[in-house]
């Protein structure tokens, strides 16, 4: 049996109610090394590869909080975020993993929910996942002689 808890990449938007940094430092103490934390100056910036990347890495799942729909301040930023994230759900489908390893969640305008809300309501949603495959300690494969970080 795996014990070992899950972990989250979470990408959010810079104007995601109380995300500053200290809040962002103390959801870190918070939780450990089972989440990462990585602000944005808009959820529109994502691109795939970062949340397929973070699955590679590290992460159990990666998810993007963005501001409320027709709320951004670059227009269509979370529009353009929801597409990406779809993109990448649609990847890592057809690579076998399960489509809810990656998601968006959108704040909504009468209600705005901070970043801790966030970061919470996701962190009990990952773990409900099973372990990540793709995170397996790797074996056979390693040259013992070589660093983490050296080149081949």
């Known amino acids: 049996m795996d014990i070992r808890k899950r972990s989250l990449a979470l990408f959010y938007c810079q104007n995601v109610p109380q995300s500053g940094i200290k809040q962002r430092q103390a959801l870190e103490k918070l939780y450990g090394p089972s989440i990462k934390l990585f602000p944005l100056p808009c959820s529109g910036?994502?691109?795939?590869?970062h949340l397929l990347r973070a699955l590679e890495e590290f992460a159990d799942a990666a998810y993007v909080v963005t501001c409320p729909e027709g709320a951004c301040r670059y227009f269509e930023g979370n529009l353009r975020a929801r597409k990406r994230v779809e993109l990448a759900r649609k990847i890592i489908a057809s690579i076998g993993l399960e489509e809810d390893r990656v998601g968006i969640v959108m704040n909504e305008k009468e209600r705005q929910?901070?970043?801790?809300?966030f970061a919470k309501e996701l962190m009990s949603r990952v773990s409900g996942l099973r372990p990540s495959?793709?995170?397996r300690p790797r074996t056979g494969f390693e040259d013992p002689e070589r660093k983490q970080g050296d080149k081949l």
Do not use: I, Q, T
């Open 45 to 49: 910036r994502l691109e795939p590869l």
């Open 113 to 117: 929910k901070s970043l801790a809300d």
């Open 133 to 135: 495959p793709v995170l």
